[in-house]
């Protein structure tokens, strides 16, 4: 630490004032050019191994420059000993982006190793290549929802307080003058002014954001015009050859819920997610100090869900760091939490080992992901999608809640919402049995009609119906992240999961319109059959009106559960004849495609809509089930007429569309059948 201490100097230290209290800022030190570096240069290199937080030293010495092929990076292989490293087994996964030094001059930052070489040998990200990460173009953080300005409220504070310094000399130099001394009263009255107008600014970056939030919601305004939705894949990523120290830390996931969002992010195999800890509330830092060695925190999720990665400080320069010497997860430009992070301890191992730490509280905001490594600013956040999970499992009797916050970075947000939501349910039900699962999540965002998206489904699956059920969650996401006209307000999320063990499903067995020749215009009576999962049938009644725009004839009705993909004409019409349809979505706005997401079939809604035939048919088999149709018709209500009443099922007529009848049940409807109307515009109305 003494050594650390007497080359302070070369780190180019000046003192600011900053929020009424002191915060060393970091001017940026001299450094070596990668050409400048040669083997032999003996350096020194800094960080933080255990609690205590002390920024400790170890030697290097630099063995020589490799080069990593046109258009890649230069990497500095170097070799570390020393007390320091011996103690804790070599260089670690977590060191990423201690600083190391040659006479004063920063060269580069602890980056990299090869697997299963000495944990001694390692390589270092020059300097040189690091710089250009705080110049790089950032147009993320763009949303109308912007966090609190610590910046600004700092400077204004700095000024006022300043100006009343003057203020104060000014009435004590007339004073001493023999100016009145009644001013003394006014003097109190100031003083009294003044602290209440300090504890408004105290608690005005707790308010800030509610009141953003407030005023979005005010004026939330339409959508615009925007392309298609684009399917959110996996993310491209490539083995390197050079094996990153890092990891990146999870807390308050299960081990499937891991394995889910490496999944959902498109991590290569060889990115592992370690869970340490348990997650909880994550407060945000106003006064935080950072120091070239210190370790730093990056997240993507921070409260009773976090996802994380820890390193070290590379650089500073005032307000902005660079951290790590390698990737996070590779995005580019973005929109992360920077937070400060503390050691718990180390471990070491045959392959590697690594530094153990928290993701603690917000500092700032990580603006790059790239190649070299991270960057971003101390004091400034990103904007935030706060969510709220509410889980139900009815068998274990448990009822939980989580709430997240989620940097708003729409490249991953689709996913970490998915993600986060199957994590909550497979926390709470505990079991990759066979399950049936109610969803609903709301969305509130000014890319929808009237500033909200709501929606409710059920999923059954043999396993795992968590993963099943989060499919519209993120494909809505999906299609607000899309817009391409401007980057959507989301305001929040909030999500509710009811999990039943077994199977809630249902097959149709039966629907039977009460009577078979109807008018354009004119409502009949489906009387409809199904019989639940190892249960006694049921039968319900649901109206179906024929479209006044109807023809007279044959008029063949699909019956249907919700999540039952109709064959629609344009569908048979591409089938039988090749044509190409087209894809009309591409000119829809994003208000339109989620309205029609949320009019889409539900699994567990009896749907009774025009269906499509395979091929046309002939006269006589249109007059064969007409004849079938009325026949079935005549004893049904004969049988109504016997036993004097219909079971009807308890459920919820839905707000109809013309031509099509919903009815929502207890049960996912896993079927269709078909039924037919003959429609003649001359036939007697009841």
Partial sequence: MYRYLKKAVAFGIAAALWSSSFLSAYAMPEIWKTSEITPGMEGTAYTVVD?????????VDVIGIMGTGKGSSPMIMAKASGPVVEAVGGILQGMSGSPVYVDGKLIGAVAAGYK?????????????????????????NKTHIQTFD???????KEKARKAQEEKDKKKAAEKANGKDAEEDADKEARKAAAEEVEESERVHHEEAMEDA??????????????????????????????????????????????KFLHDMLG?????????????????????????????????????????????????????RILAFGHQYLHKGNVN????????????????????????????????????TGIAGRIGEFPSVVPMKIHVKDESLGRDTTYAVRIAYDEDYLPQLTAGLAYAAVSKTSDTLGESTATLGFKIRTNVAQKGVFDRKNMFYNTTDVGQVAIGELMQTMGVICADTDKEADIIDVQVDVDVTPGRKTATLVSAIPSKTTVRPGETVNIQTTFKPYRGAKETVTIPYTVPKTQRDGVLNLDVRGGGMVPVTPLMLLQQTTGAVV?????????SDRLKSLSETGRNNEIIIAPGAAAQPLSAREQ??????????????????KKQHKITLLPGERKPQTEGQSKFETNYIIDNAIHTTLHVDHRAKQD
């Fill in 116 to 140: 299963d070489m000495t944990p001694y040998t390692f390589f270092i990200r020059p300097i040189e290549e690091m710089l250009p990460l705080w110049s790089m173009p950032d147009t993320k």
């Fill in 623 to 640: 007059k064969r089930i007409l004849r079938e149709t009325a026949e079935a018709a005549k004893r049904a209500a004969e049988e109504e």
């Fill in 213 to 258: 939030i407030a005023a979005a919601i005010a004026s939330l305004p339409q959508s615009a015009d925007v392309n298609a939705f684009h399917a959110f894949g996996k993310l491209p990523f490539d083995t390197p050859v050079l094996q990153p120290k890092t990891q990146i830390f999870v807390s308050g996931f299960t081990s499937s819920g891991m």
């Fill in 582 to 590: 087209q894809d009309d979505s591409k000119t829809q706005t994003t």
């Fill in 336 to 371: 992360y939490f920077m937070t400060d992070a503390s050691i718990v301890g180390t471990i070491a191992g045959q392959s590697g080992g690594m530094k153990i730490a928290n993701v603690g509280d917000i500092i700032g905001r990580i603006s790059q992901d790239r190649e």
């Fill in 51 to 59: 609690h205590t937080g002390e920024i400790r030293d170890f030697h």
């Fill in 267 to 319: 991590l290569p195999e060889e990115t592992t997610l370690t869970s340490v800890g348990s997650a909880g509330s994550v407060g945000t830092r106003y006064d935080a100090w950072l120091e070239p060695g210190s370790p730093v925190g990056v997240a993507v999720v921070c409260g009773d869900f976090t996802v994380g990665a820890t390193g070290t400080v590379t650089a500073m320069d005032g307000d």
């Fill in 150 to 156: 610590l910046k600004k409220y700092a400077e204004d």
